[in-house]
């Protein structure tokens, strides 16, 4: 049974940090892994998808590795800023759900990016 | 112009109450999907209809009733409400046709409150 998981639960960084959350998935057989920012009281938002083929997408600040042997990804945020304060949420979809789309959540990590 | 939404946005309501929330989006999306959400933010699939066929359902009580009237809507149904129930639902749609990168757009969220 696949199972996501996300270190640290929360965070909290001053403006400027680069930082790295963490991801890792029990079941290397994915399709593919996305990561997901939810505002308060809000939907989700994709910022990247990685195929099971790549080894990394680059989104302006953002930088998403997949290591699939290991079940680990990582997203990099660059030179924070507290416009980035959210939660963070890493999502996979299992290799035999490529036809369903259907996604596995870890239960995200939330960001403080303070002044 | 919204893509994904959905109405209402809050709910409250008694135990043992029918109610049901819709979904629409207007992307020209093939699939559409249900996740709750719960009390701890952990997000997990329910329901998934592709063209109007449903191809997820996950153990969801029978309580738990999606309808797809056509490719933009996805209503869920859910009867004799009780206090588990409370939680935020999200309703997603996807384009597994042409995409071929299965990038979900969430709607806002209902929050659902039994009382």
């Known amino acids: 049974k696949q199972e996501v998981t996300q270190i640290p639960a929360a965070l909290s960084v001053p403006e400027g940090e680069n930082l790295v959350l963490n991801c890792s998935f029990t079941?290397?057989?994915?399709?593919?892994l996305q990561w997901f920012r939810q505002d308060p009281g809000k939907g989700l938002t994709s910022l990247l998808l990685i195929q099971s083929s790549q080894r990394e997408q680059t989104s302006g600040r953002l930088n998403a590795s997949l290591d699939k042997s290991s079940g680990r990804s990582t997203l990099y945020i660059a030179a924070s800023q507290p416009g980035d304060s959210a939660t963070y949420l890493c999502?996979?979809?299992?290799?035999?759900?490529?036809?369903?789309?259907?996604?596995?959540f870890g239960q995200g990590t939330t960001l403080q990016v303070k002044p | 112009d919204t893509a994904v939404s959905q109405t209402p946005k809050y709910l409250v309501t008694q135990m043992g109450n029918d109610k049901s929330i819709k979904c629409e989006q207007n992307l020209g999306h093939d699939t559409m999907y249900w996740y709750k959400q719960d009390s701890k933010k952990f997000l997990k699939i329910m329901f998934s209809?592709?063209?109007?066929?449903?191809?997820i359902n996950e153990t969801v009580p029978n309580r738990f009733s999606p309808k797809s009237p056509d490719k933009a809507h996805l209503n869920l149904h859910i009867n004799s409400l009780e206090l588990g129930d409370s939680a935020v639902y999200f309703c997603?749609?996807?384009?597994?046709?042409?995409?071929?990168?299965?990038?979900?757009?969430f709607g806002p969220g209902t929050r659902l409150t039994v009382l």
């Open positions: 079941d290397s057989a994915i399709y593919n």
């Open positions: 999502a996979v979809t299992p290799r035999g759900s490529s036809n369903t789309g259907k996604l596995i």
């Open positions: 997603a749609s996807s384009d597994r046709r042409t995409s071929g990168t299965d990038t979900q757009y």
């Open positions: 209809y592709n063209n109007k066929e449903l191809i």
